[in-house]
Every structure is written in structure tokens, then in C-alpha cells.
């Protein structure tokens, strides 16, 4: 096999970069008051991207060996992580998803399907048209961290995410 040339790796194209990507919420959960998917994206600092991990079945007969694949099964949760603003968009989000998840008061929540969202990360192309996209479907809040306070620095407050979702399906655009 020949060894690469700086020609080869010019004639790939454009590569993929990390910060062109849209998040939207598609189907917000009818229990609580969502913003603006355009109001979220704008807040949106990162996140992770749904995977699914294969098992393996080995079968042994007579004394040979050989694998099979399995089940895969997506990851389960994802971290996002946001920049909140002074007029609370991300706090007041993350509060009423996880009251309508679990009530303090109470320990009641609202019926699975009205607490469930559909999520989409798209990838975009350089000039910031869709390429891929990842549809998360079955989310709901799982954890949130508020951010954290630092009297050092003059950087935003950055709350965290972990959504859990149930499945996810993913392909060009």
C-alpha cells in the first residue's frame, strides 16, 4: 500500500467541524412549558451524540469458537451543556421538566408520555445546511446540574443536562 500524500488528504473535502450543529426540540413534552427550540439553540454550548453498543453471542461447538453479532442497545443518557442567561430560559427548563417529572412535594409525577420529548441534533455542511441528523426519541430529564458559581472568572454560568432517551435514529439529509 502506497504511503499518503499531502494530495490525498487535500482531494477528501471538507471535514467535519465541530461547532456546526442545530439542536432542536421536535416534540417537547406536553407537561411542561418548553422554550423555543431557536431560544435553547442559542444556548446550547455542547453535547454528545447517541450511540449504540453491540454484544456479542459466542457459540462453541467441538471445540471451535465463533462470535456473533448481538443486540446492540443505544447509550441511554446524553449531557448537554448550556449557557444560561439573566432571564433564567435554562433553570426555569430544567426545573419544570424535572417537577413534572417527579413532584417534591407530593412524589407524583405526570404519565410517561406526557413527559417524554423528541430531540434532534442536525450536522450542518459548511455552509451551515444539513447533512446528518441524530432524532433521540423517549427523552426525558434524567439529571441536571445548575452550573457552578466561580468569584475567579467572568465566565457564564454553564448548567448540564443528562437526558435519557429510549432509542435514536440517525442518517443523512
Not at 500524500?5 to 442545530?22: H, P, S, Y
Not at 453491540?54 to 457459540?59: A, K, N, Q
Not at 424535572?98 to 413532584?103: E, I, N, T, V, Y
Not at 412535594?105 to 413527559?115: E, M, Q, V, Y
Request: net charge negative; aromatic share 10%; with cysteine.
Amino acid at each position: 500500500m502506497a504511503r499518503i500524500k499531502l494530495d490525498d488528504i487535500r482531494a477528501m473535502g471538507d471535514v467535519t467541524q465541530t461547532f456546526r450543529w442545530l439542536f432542536s426540540v421536535v416534540k417537547p413534552p406536553t407537561a411542561v412549558t418548553f422554550p423555543a427550540s431557536g431560544a435553547l439553540d442559542l444556548r446550547i454550548e455542547t453535547s454528545e451524540l447517541p450511540k449504540k453498543t453491540g454484544s456479542s453471542v459466542e457459540v462453541q461447538l467441538k471445540g471451535h469458537s465463533v462470535k456473533y453479532p448481538g443486540i446492540y442497545k443505544p447509550g441511554g443518557t446524553m449531557t448537554f451543556g448550556f449557557v444560561e442567561t439573566v432571564d433564567n430560559i435554562v433553570a426555569t427548563w430544567l426545573r419544570d421538566w424535572q417537577l413534572a417529572c417527579w413532584s417534591n412535594n407530593t412524589g407524583t409525577r405526570g404519565p410517561k408520555k406526557d413527559l417524554e420529548a423528541v430531540i434532534q441534533i442536525q450536522l450542518l455542511k459548511n455552509d451551515d445546511t444539513p447533512r446528518w441528523q441524530y432524532t433521540m426519541k423517549g427523552c426525558y430529564l434524567e439529571d441536571s446540574t445548575p452550573g457552578q458559581l466561580d468569584g475567579t472568572s467572568a465566565d457564564p454560568l454553564k448548567p448540564q443536562l443528562v437526558m435519557s432517551y429510549d432509542d435514536f435514529e440517525q442518517g443523512p439529509l
